[in-house]
């Protein structure tokens, strides 16, 4: 079946730093890729994606690219903030199911 | 647009016990979606639904049922409550199931099983 593991965490920045979070996948077919953020209290909301090979998906700072030969879809961000303290979910959907990692808890201290 | 609403937030339910988790959204969304998300864990699909009418069983399907009357609504139903039922279960929907699609979250509801 699919899977999706993630960097474990938790993981604790200094404001201003930068952050990558890992993420690797096994998938059949030609799956699309996920990133979701879960703020305390809060469901998930879709930070971004991307859907074939190669694409880099993008939003709030953050970037990812679909790296197919390496199946992952590391997130990166150059600069963190406080704001920016949250749980971060890899995900793919492949043949209409989806498949969650863990989740990676960011904390950012000022 | 209200986007996904979840119902109650919280819940304290006996060993035995049953419950109807609620699930609406506004969107007129064909897909819909229950997840568990135990502490520390990713989300594990329970059941989904591609239309009113139509569910089908995920990964953890065991303990729970669902209906799809509406496309609006989409309830899990616990029958006799068990501890290993404790966690946190989102709702979700999507407009489709192809890879394009996000699906959006409700709030969740926190469960605990005593």
């Known amino acids: 079946g699919n899977s999706v593991t993630q960097m474990e965490g938790p993981v604790t920045l200094s404001e201003e730093a930068f952050l990558t979070i890992n993420c690797t996948y096994t998938?059949?077919?030609?799956?699309?890729l996920f990133w979701y953020v879960q703020y305390p209290g809060e469901g998930l909301q879709l930070l971004l994606k991307?859907?074939?090979?190669?694409d880099k998906g993008s939003n709030k700072g953050f970037e990812a690219t679909y790296r197919k030969e390496t199946t992952s879809f590391h997130l990166e961000k150059g600069s963190v903030q406080v704001s920016d303290s949250a749980v971060y979910f890899c995900a793919l959907i492949s043949g209409g199911k989806s498949t969650f990692g863990d989740g990676t808890t960011l904390t950012v201290k000022p | 647009n209200a986007g996904v609403t979840q119902t109650p937030k919280f819940r304290i339910l006996k060993i035995g016990q049953s419950m109807t988790l609620q699930c609406t959204q506004d969107m007129n969304h064909n897909y819909m979606y229950w997840y568990r998300q135990d502490p520390g864990m990713g989300l594990k699909l329970i059941y989904y639904s591609v239309g009113a009418g139509i569910t089908d069983k995920g990964e953890v399907p065991n303990g729970y049922n669902v209906s799809r009357s509406t496309t609006e609504d989409f309830p899990l139903r616990l029958e006799l409550a068990a501890p290993s039922q404790t966690s946190v279960y989102f709702c979700?929907?999507?407009?489709?199931?192809?890879?394009?699609?996000?699906?959006?979250f409700g709030p969740g509801t926190r469960l605990t099983v005593t």
């Open positions: 979700a929907s999507s407009y489709g199931a192809g890879s394009s699609y996000e699906q959006y």
């Open positions: 991307a859907t074939k090979a190669d």
């Open positions: 998938a059949t077919g030609y799956p699309s």
